[in-house]
């Protein structure tokens, strides 16, 4: 079983910039793809960015120039670096992994707990 520790987060202004950062930890997985997820009360849960083991990276359209996805494939990290943020980035921004069991060979995804992104006006 992978489990996902996030860091990073918390209250910035406008135009301001947060870094947040996630770790897999376990045994016998290999990565597919890494991301974050965002969601806010009342709306559906959205990627926000995502960052395969070949390095392919895929953004959320407003994301797009503002936010960069990371990945450090020997530490099983993947990091969100948020610049320009706006009060429209507030949300719960959850870390995911697809992952492969290097034993049984399913496929599954593991979530982080969500960290909290608030940009003040």
């Known amino acids: 079983q992978v489990q996902l520790v996030e860091s990073g987060g918390g209250l910035v202004q406008a135009g301001g910039s947060l870094r947040l950062s996630c770790s897999a930890f376990?045994?016998?997985?290999?990565?597919?793809?890494m991301g974050w997820y965002r969601q806010t009360p009342g709306k559906e849960r959205e990627l926000v960015a995502s960052i395969t083991n070949g390095g392919r990276t895929n953004y959320l359209e407003s994301a797009e120039g503002r936010f960069t996805v990371s990945r450090d494939s020997a530490k099983n990290t993947v990091l969100l670096q948020m610049n320009s943020l706006k009060p429209e980035d507030t949300a719960v921004y959850y870390c995911y992994a697809d992952c492969t069991s290097t034993i049984s060979l399913l496929r599954r995804t593991s979530w982080g707990q969500g960290t909290q992104v608030t940009v003040s006006s």
């Open positions: 376990g045994s016998s997985f290999s990565i597919n793809v």
